[in-house]
């Protein structure tokens, strides 16, 4: 009998036509504010002049003979067919549970039930754990364990742990996972079963935060907490890639995000610069609007006052456990890519975000987390006030599976 | 701004190099017991003839000329990409949510644990509503909603109502679903999502299949039980064509399968002798092995006395919904597979389930269902009588997520 064994490296990631992917062209790191380079084969964190977000930069003029519309046609088909332009040296060293190349859906009695006829749901809940948050831990992992690391610990509002516990099982690292007590039991139950360390901590996603910055440092744990080490948004980005690559490398006229900490709008923002050097796409760009919850509204309120940065939000509450984030790192990255695309930032109510849940249930065959929920509410409003027009193409992200949370109806 | 409206047909299933695939090849029915020929054309259930399962047949001397490895790489990634040897003759017709093209993940550290160097894990938990089941019933409700049915009832033990809500959602169909009492909660708040209609029926699957067959005709519903229409079967069967392009055509040397109604294995088999005709694999085969609980084992036992056909299981009880299954119509073409393939069937007590649940968890980053726990059960006892050798290519199939049931921890 003939065995395959010698494929077993090949389908790490399952590669049908298993052609490499180019190396990494990481070159450094530069503070997204003040500009500081940094090293990127060491391990760092923020910006140590200014304190803001790092961004891992890459030799694009290299990564664009080889990183082409031909070629990907023949790679894995997961988020790491982008490598030339993700921070993992030995592809060798990548931890892949399957993460990216979701499907885009098209939700035609959706769209027509809000009089719009091209719509499409990116459906992030097929990422191992059910959320896009697999693609960002599975980056920042997969190249943490590269420069050494061997525990992380972040604070999350829910599917960053259950993601980064999974992740951690499969390298091998120790997981120390800090969220708030009220998070959704299911996550919980998740981190659980991948052997991760749970600490409930009273409050919200900002005081786990807390935690994290007080223990990590006396036990050796790397903090992988959002945009506090340059990796997570670099798995964040590749959703940016699939769109582009998923559309015939073209962008949508129209992207719905529901924004909590931000960094999938960032992300993207980021990969659509990128492909533009690259070669992929032209300068258009979708508008990016972020939708939040009524209780948790940080990023739109300083939207509505014209600032950069968005204060804490005091009394954050919302259904949406992915939303409730009082104060995101990179308020300013994600404020910089709605005003730059002309696109906006609008709340939403509870009550409107069970609502599409249950349309969404109804209508595509999507069971909607209140926060793909959110992304349907918002585009009736969007709708509604001219904002968006009939024959716009627009894409609703559904970050995660409805089933991790108390259901819409029972 | 350049929009890219024209490509929303081509998204359909997400297609990236959105090459057509060929139009579906099929030409007509046939009885898998006396040979009787169907009209394709025309609804059918079961023979009308003996009882038994209908098969669909192509012309794969035609499919040959299109149905090739170079093709594929171009095609959509979903099941839909197999297109030729898939029933829909209209591909505006398929109903798709981004069904299979699921991952296969290399478990290195939970195959050393065991003594296997080359264990692979197909996560089927990565389709629409968390299971295999959306290849099954994305396929015969496509196909079924194309033949004009406006109505389907089904029993289900859990994930194929789950499955069937949301295909019958997304196709604006009615859904009358028929399940146990004490189904998974999950399952049961997911029907709800998607609209449909739930009966609890007091005992097991057969109790709610006979409920099926009694209301069925007097509403006009159609049925699409488990192997009682021929086209859930060729959804499945897609999981034997992916294996092959997964490993670059070739085909491991062991499947472990957990196993209810048996449609997994039965159409995994049917795909192996197509891509033959097909030149697209040789004439080797993997030992195709049954997993069954302890507490639900009729095929086991057909297995171990040499019978073509298994007696209903009284009393059956496991944790592994998708396993409490009495009595499977397709039992000989279950048993056909394992004996033919050199395969073997054996039992694993609740017990060894969970334990195999938490190693999954721990050592290969996934949550694995308690029929995935299973496969991995199996393979330790496999290893240890020496059924399975450390150099085998072993692939278990995890038909479904873990987060849909009790946890094997709490």
């Known amino acids: 009998m003939t065995t395959p064994r010698d494929s077993l490296a090949a389908v790490a990631g399952q590669a049908a036509s298993p052609a490499p992917a180019g190396l990494s062209t990481l070159t450094h790191l530069e503070c997204t504010n003040c500009g500081e380079r940094y090293d990127a084969d060491a391990l760092n964190t923020v910006c140590s ?4 977000v790092l961004y891992a930069r890459y030799d694009l003029e290299k ?3 080889t990183l082409t519309p031909e070629s990907l046609s023949r790679r894995r088909w997961d988020m790491w067919r982008y490598q030339e332009v993700l921070p993992v040296r030995d592809p060798s060293r990548i931890i892949s549970l ?9 939700a035609r009695r959706a769209g027509k039930a809000v009089g719009v006829d091209n719509l499409l749901l990116k459906d992030e809940g097929k990422n191992p754990t059910g959320s896009f948050k697999a693609r960002g831990l599975g980056c920042a992992i997969s190249r943490a364990a590269e420069l050494g690391v061997e525990a992380i610990a972040l604070p999350s509002a829910g599917n960053a742990a259950s993601a980064a516990s999974a992740y951690g ?12 007590r009220d998070v959704p039991e299911t996550n919980r139950i998740e981190c659980l079963q991948y052997g991760a360390n749970i600490t409930l901590v009273d409050g919200l996603i ?3 935060g807390a935690k994290v910055r007080e223990l990590a440092p006396q036990h050796g744990w790397f903090d992988v907490s959002t945009l506090k080490e340059p990796y997570r948004q670099e798995g964040k980005k590749t959703m940016g890639y699939e769109l582009a690559e998923q559309l015939g490398w073209t962008l949508p006229d129209v992207v719905i995000y529901p924004t909590g900490g931000g960094t999938g709008i960032v992300g993207m923002w980021k990969a659509f610069e990128e492909m533009e050097v690259l070669g992929l796409i032209g300068s258009a760009r979708p508008k990016m609007i972020v939708v939040q919850a009524e209780g948790c509204a940080p990023i739109v309120r300083a939207y509505d006052n014209g600032e950069r ?4 939000w005091q009394n954050a509450h919302t259904a949406a456990a992915g939303m409730r984030v009082p104060v995101a790192i990179g308020d300013y990255l994600i404020l910089d890519a709605v005003r730059q695309s002309g696109g906006t930032a609008l709340t939403v109510s509870e009550d409107e975000i ?7 249930g109804r209508l595509a065959g999507i069971y909607a987390a209140p926060e793909g929920g959110a992304t349907y509410a ?3 409003k969007l709708v509604a006030r001219g904002a968006v027009s009939s024959d716009d193409l627009v894409v609703l992200f559904q970050t995660g599976m409805g089933i991790k949370y108390d259901p819409p109806i029972s």
Request: glycine residues 8%; contains cysteine; proline residues 7%.
């Open 309 to 312: 940065h968005a204060e804490v």
């Open 63 to 65: 990564a664009r003979y």
């Open 98 to 106: 399957g993460e990216g190349m979701t499907p885009l859906i098209p």
């Open 206 to 208: 900002n005081d786990a």
């Open 49 to 52: 002049a200014c304190g803001r």
């Open 378 to 380: 918002a585009l009736k």
């Open 354 to 360: 069970r609502d599409a849940q249950i349309d969404l």
């Open 169 to 180: 099982a499969a390298a091998g690292l120790d997981v120390q996972v800090f969220m708030p």
